[in-house]
């Protein structure tokens, strides 16, 4: 183990192993965890709702995927660490939710606990909510697990089935969220949801201000176009150290099957163009985050990928943490 941890450090010094402008924690053997001491945010997940490869998918971007098997690619989703309390907090139920619950808990001190210690919700699309019902009884049968969510939300979560089971079940506890209000999950540690314009079908929207002891996050996945949204999104950048920000598709170019109009996300090249004035070190706060199975920048060695590393900006991707 010794030799080993040694052989790691001579790779990085030498330049063998590269960090991609990104926190990555470095397994130097099978049995090595990625533990970290301080409160912190890890990616769990990247890919919009329904996943890459997308079902049906017959493009490129899905067919070598599908023929290697299987992916590491996930649906977007935040783990929060509380390294001091020995808790976990789980930002969005994704349909791989099992797997990111599996890697979240080798997290932190104590890696035995199954369950997170909460789970916040922003809203109610596939990719963002339907994976609490591996918590139901046909799979964890879990007590009690704190779900927070907003009224709508949790309206809709208690009203209709399969969903209603969970609670009626005492399998998950909902939580109601007021908008602006900050919930306090320790002395130094807290999350603040707000809303935010989306295809409000069956709930509102939120997104988080996740504050730790010493920075602070945006968390914002999903959202309709900025000039929709009555917050400058160049001020919130500005009060917080790392924004994790909606970059669904590229451009318009890549939806050639739907109209584009009914799934009104901001485009990553007008997100660059709306922070282009921003300082350089205002630029290094934004990481995009929650790419559809047609989005370039998932692959890290396209085109697309090197632009907006160029221009300053951050890529997130599965295994990133960052210290709170």
Not at 144 to 156: G, Q, S
Request: charged content about 25%; aromatic content about 10%; overall charge neutral.
């Amino acid at each position: 183990m010794k030799y080993a941890a040694l052989f790691i450090v001579f790779l990085a010094a030498s330049g063998c192993i590269k960090n991609d402008n990104r926190k990555v924690a470095v397994i130097a053997s099978k049995t090595a965890l990625p533990e970290t001491s301080q409160t912190s945010l890890i990616i769990l997940g990247t890919v919009q709702d329904a996943g890459s490869p997308h079902i049906a998918c017959k493009k490129k971007c899905c067919s070598t995927l599908f023929e290697q098997g299987n992916s590491k690619r996930k649906v977007v989703s935040l783990g929060l660490l509380d390294a001091k309390n020995n808790k976990r907090y789980l930002f969005e139920a994704t349909p791989d939710i099992s797997e990111q619950l599996k890697v979240l808990k080798t997290y932190g001190p104590d890696t035995q606990k199954e369950t997170p210690d909460g789970v916040f919700l922003t809203h109610a699309h596939i990719g963002h909510y339907t994976g609490l019902m591996y918590f139901g009884k046909e799979a964890m049968n879990a007590t009690k697990i704190p779900t927070y969510a907003m009224p709508r939300m949790k309206n809709y979560l208690k009203n209709n089935g399969p969903w209603s089971q969970l609670a009626e079940q005492q399998n998950i506890e909902l939580i109601e969220m007021t908008a602006d209000q900050p919930i306090q999950l320790s002395s130094n540690l807290n999350v603040t949801p707000f809303l935010v314009p989306h295809r409000d079908e069956y709930s509102e929207t939120v997104a988080y201000t996740i504050s730790g002891p010493s920075k602070r996050a945006l968390f914002i996945p999903d959202i309709d176009k900025w000039e929709k949204w009555k917050r400058p999104i160049v001020d919130e950048i500005k009060k917080v150290d790392y924004a994790f920000v909606d970059a669904t598709f590229f451009s318009g170019a890549e939806i050639n099957t739907r109209d584009i109009s009914e799934i009104p996300h901001p485009f990553v090249i007008e997100s660059m163009n709306s922070f282009d004035l921003l300082s350089s070190e205002e630029k290094s706060k934004i990481i995009f985050i929650h790419f559809n199975h047609t989005n370039p920048l998932l692959d890290p060695k396209s085109n697309e990928t090197k632009e907006v590393l160029a221009k300053g900006f951050k890529i997130a991707r599965a295994g990133d943490h960052y210290s709170l």
